[in-house]
């Protein structure tokens, strides 16, 4: 029976959590948010903009997966904070500068303390929630990302009413740095920092004891299933990122639907993808307390294929019945339903790849599933807009409808695989 120790340091640890990640999403994008003033005053075109924001989304990449390894290594809250007070450094600094190369310079420095966030947070949670309530509280703490990014516009144009940019980046390190503080006090590794039994006893029902969790790196590598969910994973995020990226532009350019229209498109798209988020994680742990886990399959696949068929229909709609004189609504509602249909799914490989893995490596599990999902993010980029180049919008959109597709059926024919990765006790095999 779970005690009032662990209800209160649940909750203190889950909310500095989620507001330090919030600011840590925040600060991920204000540059996006003040661009425009910064362009007012410092001459800068397209190639440099975008120079500044991939030196980001590259070092991002790179961390995050060096983070998720290190998770596993030193302490999490220690990683968690001190990536936070980087984030705030580099923003306060950036304030300071006024040239294209140093702007590059310390974005990508933001995008390698950026990677320092969310690995953490889930060893963290893995430690402090049960099997049945990690996939919930995982979703939860993702939505910060949702939060972050629906307000931080806002919050950026009220500040601008009153501050100029490098005020309001100033202010926004300066909190960072606070709360990075706060964050290390608050949040603890595991429940025996705090005097309280450790609750994780390995995924396994009826199996007690550490032998499980002894497992190499080399034995995690040759698991059949890290791959399997890596796989899935690099083609759910790369086609999101499709939608996200590339869908207003199909919308307004081949569909002749107003800027309006596109922009709807994208808030519908992110609200739905917050509502399933959480449903995925709700629903996967009702799934798992009902039926445990077991070294084979998984009860979370019947809902993450679920999703994933829902991605590829609600596409085929997006791309098919769509015209310029589709109503409004239906196209919201296409939006949201491919929101909802994505991003559980996106939620569900980071759950499930974090709690098959051995307990000394569920950080690099992660963190290998994560750096192909970035691979994917990547391949939605360039590639995927060189097709629509050459072709269409709706070619490459078939494109990606296609890939989704096949990754679907061939995870549905191998949901039944050894899902406990790392070493197999030769007892039960």
């Not at 640890?13 to 989620?18: H, N, R, S, Y």
């Not at 910060?144 to 100029?164: E, F, K, T």
């Not at 519908?268 to 959480?278: P, R, W």
């Not at 696949?301 to 999703?307: F, G, I, T």
């Amino acid at each position: 029976m779970v005690g009032k120790g662990y209800t209160y340091y649940r909750t203190v640890i889950f909310t500095a959590m989620f507001v330090g990640y919030t600011l840590y999403y925040f600060n991920r994008k204000t540059f996006s948010f003040v661009m425009p003033s910064i362009m007012e005053e410092i001459e800068m075109d397209k190639d440099d903009l975008g120079l500044i924001t991939s030196s980001q989304s590259a070092a991002y990449a790179i961390s995050k997966f060096i983070s998720g390894v290190l998770s596993d290594q030193m302490s999490a809250r220690w990683l968690f904070s001190s990536g936070l007070v980087l984030v705030g450094v580099v923003n306060v600094v950036f304030s300071w500068s006024s040239t294209v190369t140093v702007f590059s310079g310390l974005w990508f420095l933001n995008g390698l303390a950026q990677g320092l966030g969310w690995p953490p947070c889930g060893k963290v949670l893995r430690k402090w929630f049960e099997p049945s309530q990690f996939g919930t509280w995982w979703a939860i703490l993702s939505t910060s990302m949702n939060l972050a990014g629906g307000l931080g516009p806002i919050v950026a144009a009220l500040m601008a009413l009153s501050y100029d940019w490098r005020t309001t980046l100033s202010i926004s390190g300066f909190i960072c740095m606070g709360a990075s503080f706060v964050c290390l006090v608050l949040i603890k590794n595991e429940p025996s920092d705090v005097g309280l039994p450790n609750i994780e006893p390995g995924t396994m029902k009826g199996k007690k004891g550490s032998s499980r969790d002894d497992s190499t790196l080399a034995e995690l590598l040759l698991s059949p299933y890290l791959w399997v969910l890596s796989t899935g994973y690099l083609v759910v995020f790369g086609v999101k990122t499709c939608c996200t990226d590339w869908g207003q532009l199909f919308l307004i350019q081949e569909r002749g639907q107003s800027a309006l229209v596109g922009s709807s498109y994208m808030s519908a798209l992110e609200i739905g993808g917050l509502v399933g988020s959480i449903a995925a994680g709700y629903l996967s742990d009702r799934a798992v307390a009902r039926v445990g886990l077991s070294s084979y399959g998984n009860p979370r696949h019947v809902l993450l294929l679920s999703m994933m068929a829902g991605m590829s229909a609600s596409m085929y709609l997006f791309r098919v019945t769509v015209t310029s004189d589709s109503p409004k609504l239906w196209i919201l509602i296409l939006g949201a339903i491919f929101g909802f249909s994505s991003y559980g799914p996106i939620a569900l490989f980071g759950v499930i790849a974090n709690e098959s893995a051995p307990s000394n490596l569920c950080g690099t599990s992660h963190a290998i599933v994560a750096l192909m999902a970035n691979v994917g993010g990547f391949l939605a980029g360039l590639p995927f807009s060189t097709i629509a180049k050459h072709y269409s919008w709706a070619t490459a959109f078939w494109v990606a409808e296609i890939t989704c597709i096949i990754s679907t059926i061939t995870f549905f024919l191998l949901r039944n695989i050894r899902t406990k990765m790392g070493r197999v006790p030769k007892k039960i095999d």
